[in-house]
């Protein structure tokens, strides 16, 4: 059984802003596990979810602002691990020496998707090294000199 502790407030995020409708907070997913990954913002906890599905899933804390992470100290010292997927900038960095503080067994996770900004910015560039794959692979350029033309052909 899954126990989401989310209060009443929206993230709201386009290409254009990102905004929270109500009062920001933190989010928890609790599976009864022994371990805590910890999440910046949701897209981050849903791009993990996506590149590591997990067999035997964890709990989850998801700041949504690095600012939260005050709110979050109580509940580090339930955990025997803590993994750290924090933003590879200034902020991150912040958050991550917070944690310590608190937890200085944690985990942290973002040299594995170094030099991108974050672990959705990570899956953006796998999702489009694998679509550029595909073409390369599904495509073939055939040159007919009297027309002087490229002309794609799936190979079968």
């Known amino acids: 059984m ?3 502790t989310v209060f009443s407030s929206y993230e709201i995020r386009s290409s ?3 905004i929270c409708l109500g009062k920001k907070d933190i989010t928890t997913i609790k599976n009864n596990s022994a371990n805590l990954k910890v999440f910046e913002g949701f897209t981050d906890y ?4 996506i590149l590591e599905p997990e067999k035997t899933p964890s709990d ?4 949504n602002s690095v600012a939260m992470v005050h709110k979050a100290s109580g509940l580090f010292g339930n955990y025997k691990s803590v993994e750290m ?3 590879n900038d200034r902020a991150g960095e912040q958050c991550r020496d917070s944690i310590l503080k608190i937890f200085p067994e944690a985990d942290d996770r973002s040299n594995e998707y170094f030099p991108h900004q974050d672990l959705n910015d990570f899956l953006i560039s ?3 090294k694998t ?4 073409l390369e692979k599904n495509q073939t350029a055939i040159h007919e000199p009297e027309g002087n033309r490229n002309i794609y052909r799936r190979k079968r």
């Open 2 to 4: 899954v126990n989401l």
């Open 16 to 18: 254009f802003s990102k």
């Open 46 to 49: 849903l791009s993990h979810k």
């Open 60 to 63: 989850y804390l998801i700041l």
């Open 85 to 87: 997927y924090l933003d």
């Open 126 to 128: 796998q999702e489009e």
């Open 131 to 134: 679509l550029e794959n595909k």
